[in-house]
């Protein structure tokens, strides 16, 4: 089991910038190809960055390209997602999550959740 815990959200003016975290725990990070998604209100869970195991890849959403940019630390056990210029279109809870098998945009394969973060940004 992989338990993962979101930090850095929070209420940010347009233009400005947060760094979401992604901890884990139970095993290692590093046997994990890991994405972050967002959910804002009303709208289902979409795909935003992803990154392989080894940090070798990684791929955003068309949306967040040049803005947003997903990091990982194995060592550290923990993912990131630095944002910048941020935009109230990106207003939504933020899930980090994990799959053992596949480096992919679809949420029905990755196998762990974190609970998600609050991301607000004001215009």
């Known amino acids: 089991q992989v338990q993962l815990v979101e930090s850095g959200g929070g209420l940010v003016q347009a233009g400005g910038s947060l760094r979401l975290s992604c901890q884990a725990s139970?095993?290692?990070?590093?046997?994990?190809?890991m994405a972050w998604f967002r959910q804002a209100p009303g709208k289902e869970r979409e795909f935003v960055a992803h990154i392989s195991w080894d940090g070798g890849r990684t791929d955003s959403v068309d949306s967040v390209k040049g803005r947003f940019a997903i990091s990982r630390d194995n060592a550290k056990n923990t993912v990131y997602l630095q944002m910048n210029t941020l935009k109230p279109e990106d207003t939504a809870v933020y899930y980090c999550?994990?799959?053992?098998?596949?480096?992919?945009?679809?949420?029905?394969?990755?196998?762990?959740w974190g609970q998600g973060t609050q991301v607000t940004v004001s215009s």
């Open positions: 139970g095993r290692s990070l590093s046997n994990y190809n």
């Open positions: 999550a994990a799959s053992g098998d596949y480096y992919s945009i679809y949420r029905r394969e990755y196998d762990y």
